[in-house]
């Protein structure tokens, strides 16, 4: 046994159908995914679209996407890209984020076409002793987070470009305009981030200009490649957005206790979900609150009426640390399991 | 490579300071640790308490507490005992919850000394089908999750009987009383809790009566056994008390951008933190946000100033579910990493 392995038995690794998973289990609607990958083709086709694995961390699900046309990818953490040249799904990988690790990107980059993002002095010389040969400049264009201003840029690439790296272009994320409800408001402020981004990317040059996100995906017309992952799967925080995207994931739990004052709790707690953006819901009652390993769901005369044993489908509230927080994703149609992901992008 | 498991290199997995840990990664201050343990030991020592591996989900960490005459552990998944059944912690293992799982039960007390917690005819029938021979009779005793009522609970310990199982006795979590701040106002809110739990006890019989927790270690003297596991790293949610565990856990992270505007970004995000009782806590200055692989520092004038690659320590603000994001925890010494402990019991 090795950390953080379960040691299940041959019958709980291939369950055939959702009433025989162990739970908490994480369960994707095979059809309902499909259905969001196809409405994001139409939109972003081929290499107009960069996924983003950080939402999914899972090579299986990123290799669903390459096959779709997808074949260049980005990630959040060296470990990402890691897992991602293991799998051979290294066509044209980005690391959409900054990093000191040098001997880690020196391992990759002898093995796999890295693109990183830079947005300093150190994150450019950890690319030159990392034999990193590409890179996009990252650009600060309104989030308090990584990026330079428009200004430093060029310097940037410059210096960059004197140690022999491809400048493919810029990067610039405009995450704080992803829940902007409103449409027009957003395509104006979006518009407004971008000519920060283009504004550094006419001083910098390339082919590259990367942002964007599930939440800005057909809004976002100024870049030339949009950064998304959570469309493939969304979750609740998503779904208040008009979007083409239904919510795919859930988590399957046990009732395993009821009480006759008004209650039923399920196995699966917070630690089987990220809590950041909620807690997750219940379509067919109320969730009171999360223990760490319980959910107590309230037991109303409107709601579904439980027993101890029944099984209940909790929704997460943000795909991206719910998904972190699992082994695998259980592929489903209807109650049929029919395939198995495995999460294995996770930690760093 | 398995799943989950980051293939990093020999020199990565046997660092020998904090800076040469790869971040994110969770450290333990062994001093503090040590501290914390003692001071549990001086009020609660050997059988008194029962440690919870749910706070820190490794069993290289539950020796430490079994060698200092802690050998009796409770659990909240099954995956939990069957871990500490695997390394031999297998004394007295409780399930202080319900499963329906009656053939992981059935594989469990093939092997290892387990009771389990049972509200219901369900799980008592599960612990029947899985071989059990010893359970609890789990009692609400004002929170809303798990447990029969003390009118219910004698006759669930009747039927459990007429199967040949041995009722140990009562087990009932005063959870919701865990952060009341006032000393007496707790005392007295704890004290009508366990009447209820002390008159199921006077129902069912047997010798013991296990509940409480970190919060409430000193002040529950009405049961026989304290269920408690957080004390040993504490965090900024039980810090709020006043009570002798000190935060011993921390997250380090690495600054990778700074902002001229203001601010400063580090790689630990969201991703490895339990965020249900908020963010973590930058003792040096303000944390302004998270987000899956960052969190944002305000750079204020008074604040430490920091520089791209400086190391920052966050705390987090709930131990559990922090733990259960991390591989291990590095064991330190001021800056020297003295011990790795596997953070193996995850998952379930």
Redesign the interface.
């Known amino acids: 046994?090795?950390?953080?392995?379960?040691?299940m038995?041959a019958a709980q690794q291939s369950p055939a159908t959702v009433a025989e998973l162990?739970?908490?289990?994480l369960v994707i609607d095979k059809p309902t995914f499909d259905a969001n990958c196809a409405a994001m083709d139409a939109v972003l086709p081929g290499l107009k679209l960069r996924p983003h694995v950080?939402a999914f961390k899972s090579t299986d699900l990123a290799r669903q996407l390459a096959d779709a046309g997808h074949t260049a990818f980005c990630a959040?953490?060296v470990?990402e890209l890691?897992?991602m040249a293991?799998a051979g799904l290294d066509h044209d990988l980005l690391l959409a984020?900054?990093?000191?690790?040098a001997?880690?990107l020196a391992?990759l980059s002898a093995q796999a076409d890295v693109t990183i993002a830079i947005?300093?002095d150190?994150?450019l010389q950890a690319a030159i002793d990392g034999g990193v040969k590409k890179v996009l400049i990252d650009v600060?264009v309104g989030m308090?987070?990584?990026?330079c201003?428009p200004e430093e840029a060029p310097r940037l690439a410059e210096k960059a470009r004197a140690a022999g790296i491809d400048v493919r272009g810029v990067m610039g994320y405009e995450?704080h305009l992803m829940m902007v409800m409103d449409r027009e408001s957003k395509a104006r402020k979006v518009e407004r981030a971008m000519a920060i981004l283009l504004e550094a990317h006419e001083k910098v040059g390339g082919d590259v200009v990367s942002g964007g996100g599930t939440g800005t995906f057909d809004i976002n017309t100024w870049v030339t490649e949009i950064q998304a992952g959570s469309y493939v799967v969304s979750d609740t925080h998503y779904d208040q957005l008009d979007s083409p995207f239904k919510q795919a994931m859930s988590v399957v739990a046990?009732v395993?206790?009821?009480?006759?004052?008004g209650?039923a709790?399920v196995?699966a707690g917070?630690?089987?979900f990220?809590?950041?953006h909620g807690e997750p819901t219940w379509p067919d009652g109320t969730l009171?609150?999360?223990?760490?390993?319980?959910s107590?769901l309230a037991q109303r005369a409107d709601d579904l009426k439980l027993s101890?044993?029944d099984r209940v489908m909790l929704r997460p509230a943000h795909v991206?640390?719910t998904v972190?927080?699992?082994?695998?994703f259980w592929v489903t149609d209807g109650d049929t399991i029919v395939d198995r992901w495995?999460?294995?992008l996770?930690?760093?």
Chains 1, 2 share one sequence.
Do not use: Y
Not at 144 to 147: A, D, L, S, Y
Not at 288 to 294: A, I, K, L, R, T
């Open positions: 046994m090795t950390d953080g392995q379960s040691p038995s162990t739970t908490p289990a950080k959040a953490t470990r890691e897992g293991a984020n900054q990093t000191l690790d001997p880690r391992a947005d300093s150190e994150t600060e308090p987070r990584c990026g201003s995450g046990t395993i206790s009821v009480n006759s004052k209650w709790v196995d917070l630690k089987a990220g809590l950041d009171m609150f999360c223990s760490d390993e319980h107590t101890v044993g991206d640390p972190a927080r699992h082994e695998q495995a999460i294995d996770r930690h760093w």
